[in-house]
Every structure is written in C-alpha cells, then in structure tokens.
C-alpha cells in the first residue's frame, strides 16, 4: 500500500489512535517560507500514543535508536530556525509504523531489531495497521506533499533534504563515518554536501553506512524522485548530534552548506545551459 491507497473507512478508523489532546501526527516549521529548501525528518520522535501504552518495551528500548533517530529532530528543528526554511518532522515513534517504509514492508511495523522484540507489534491485525497509517502515516506524507506543492507553486523546484541520524556501532562494529550523504537518481546535492563536509575534515561517507538506492529509502523515493526534485539524505552520526551542544555545532556547520544550495544550483543549471548551447553552436 502507498500513500495513495487508503482504505475506504479511513475516515471511520483514524480517531482511534490518538486522543484530542495528544500532538498531531506532523509538524510544519516555518510553513510560509518561500526559501527553495525542505527538510523533513521521519525519525524524529519517540513519542508513543496514550491508546498503545507502552508496547511492551522498557524504557531504554522506547527511546533507543529503534525508536528514533536520536538528534535528528532537533537538528533538523535547529537547522529550520536558523536557515527560515520549511520543515516536516513525524511526530510519533518510528516503531508505531516508520513513515520511511512503503507500509508493505514488513519493517514498517517493525517485530523485532537490534536485538529487542517488540510485543506491541507482533500479530497486528491488517486494520491496526490501517489505524497507525491512517492517523500518522498518510498525514505525514500528505503534509510533505503539501509543502512541495506550496514550494513549486512559488516558481521553483526546492531542494529535498531528509535528515536522519545512525549508530556509532552495529552489529559489534564501530562505524568510521561521521556523515552519510546518501543519494539515488541525482546526484547534485550528493556533490555539494560530500564535498563541503570533507572539506570541513569530516569523514563521509558516500552512500555509506546506508545506501540511497535501497528500497527503504521510502520518503525520498516517493517525493522527491518522482517529482524529479534536487535530493540528498544526510544521516549523521549519533555520538555528533546526542546533545545540544553536538547538535548546535553540527547546525552551524550545515547552515553554511544548505544556505549555499540554491545559489549553487542555480549555478549549475546556468553552466549546464551554457555548455548545452555552445554544443550547438558548434553543430
């Protein structure tokens, strides 16, 4: 199932999940910029619905990196304030259903990882699936959309950008990169982030530790190739962004960059143009 395929009763089974006074399933920062740039953050929280409780997991396990990808939402909420740029951020934990995954995968309701069952998610029926798509899924996703529409309708194409964060270690093994730029389809934001990011003496990697031509690169797959967007998936580290002071430094090294990215573009549209006429004009 896509986005685009919701269940005739939506509309009847969504309010279950999730009391009047809880968060909505998104939030937008910064909804009425008119800068060609959106980030958006799937993994943003660990926040579980009342209606859940605590799915049977203790509390390390609820906000571990199963749970969520711990820095990236307030990374990315920094980086919306100081750049004026829109953002989407999921506001309930990827163990609820992960907005990163088509919701036939069967890691969207993820059973078991990193060593941790996950009781609240074994054995779920095909409408409690429905339930957590149709009260944070499809909003999410429909909400991205939106600010995509809005961005285009003011005369451009903006720019992608997914934020996410990794562990130091998996699988008993220390991972040397400190920022994964990952990338698929286009790889002109994939330049200009390896580049600056290497450049400042970080080491990155390129689609590396995870690889942006996976199918589980859902979000950027969904929106930002179909619509031929510019798009870049940057994963960093945890240990850089697990604190304030990690994820204010990390900010200000990523402002820098993003807040070069449409000139740069812009750029690289008019050398591309360029060397398009002076091949025909050699004809």
């Known amino acids: 199932m896509t986005t685009g395929d919701r269940p005739d009763n939506a509309s009847e089974i969504a309010p279950g999940l999730l009391a009047a006074d809880e968060p909505g399933p998104f939030q ?13 953050c799937d993994h943003a929280s660990c926040r579980f619905p009342r209606s859940l409780g ?9 906000r571990c990196h199963l749970a969520v990808d711990i820095g990236a939402g307030p990374l990315t909420e920094s980086l919306a304030a100081s750049l004026g740029t829109t953002a989407v951020l999921a506001q309930y934990s990827r163990l609820i259903v ?66 996410h964060s990794f ?23 994939r330049d200009i982030l390896l580049d600056d990011l290497r450049d400042a003496g970080y080491l990155v990697g390129d689609n590396e530790p995870y690889s942006g031509k996976a199918p589980q690169d859902f979000t950027i797959d969904h929106h930002a190739e179909a619509k031929l967007l510019p798009h870049v998936g940057i994963e960093v580290r945890q240990d850089l962004i697990d604190g304030e002071e990690g994820v204010e430094k990390i900010a200000g090294l990523m402002h820098k960059i ?3 990215i449409p000139r740069r573009l812009e750029k690289m549209g008019a050398d591309n143009e360029r060397k398009r006429t002076d091949v025909h004009n050699r004809r």
């Open 54 to 62: 605590e799915m049977g997991l203790d509390p390390f396990a609820r």
């Open 167 to 189: 562990t130091p270690v998996m699988n008993g093994e220390a991972r040397p990169w400190e920022f994964g730029i990952l990338w698929d389809t286009d790889q002109r934001l």
């Open 98 to 163: 992960d907005c990163n995954r088509e919701l036939m995968d069967p890691s969207a309701f993820l059973e078991y990882g990193d060593g941790i069952v996950v009781p609240g998610n074994r054995n779920l029926h095909q409408s409690d699936k429905d339930l957590r798509a149709d009260a944070i899924y499809y909003p999410y996703h429909d909400a991205v959309d939106g600010q995509i529409r809005r961005l285009q309708d003011l005369g451009s194409l903006p720019a992608f950008i997914a934020i």
């Open 258 to 260: 993003i807040e070069s």
């Open 28 to 40: 937008v920062l910064n909804p009425l910029s008119v800068l060609p740039i959106l980030l958006v």
